[in-house]
């Protein structure tokens, strides 16, 4: 099996590593949350405020069961895991990594205030939605990988998942 998919909170690094390792390693990649904006030609942000958080999450899962092991590299969007069908369908053609950064990390990448379209209800935390969330990635995962991390550490490290087989 020589596909990768990341979950992970916003901000962990899933769309940067993922662009990383496919042009190092020349691979194929997607990025959900862009292949929703696509489909609805608006941001993730908008999508929500149009049709809301429950929307996103069904879009998430949409784009996921439209994929497969053509993409080698796959980064999800943070509510992927909120559907286990779009997770066992992950599961099915790749190795799931969980890029586990910390919370005070999250914050400082996404700034409280950024409008990143976080596919959850008005007014929760971006701490609320990481304790959330933070058991769902443990549920789903086969690896992980340690967010605080440089990129090009984590891009030896996915290196030696993929061509472990």
Known sequence: MNNISFIGMAGCGKSTLGNAISKEMNLSFQDTDHLIEEKFNMSLEDIKNKFGYEFVRSAEEEVILSLNESTKIISTGGSAIYSEIAMNHLKSFSKIIYIDTPLETIIERIDVGQERGLAVPDGISVSDVYLERKPLY?????????????????????AKIYFDK
Not at 139 to 148: A, N
């Open 138 to 158: 443990e549920k789903f995962f086969q690896f992980t990988l340690d967010g605080s991390k440089s990129i090009q550490q984590l891009v030896i490290e996915v």
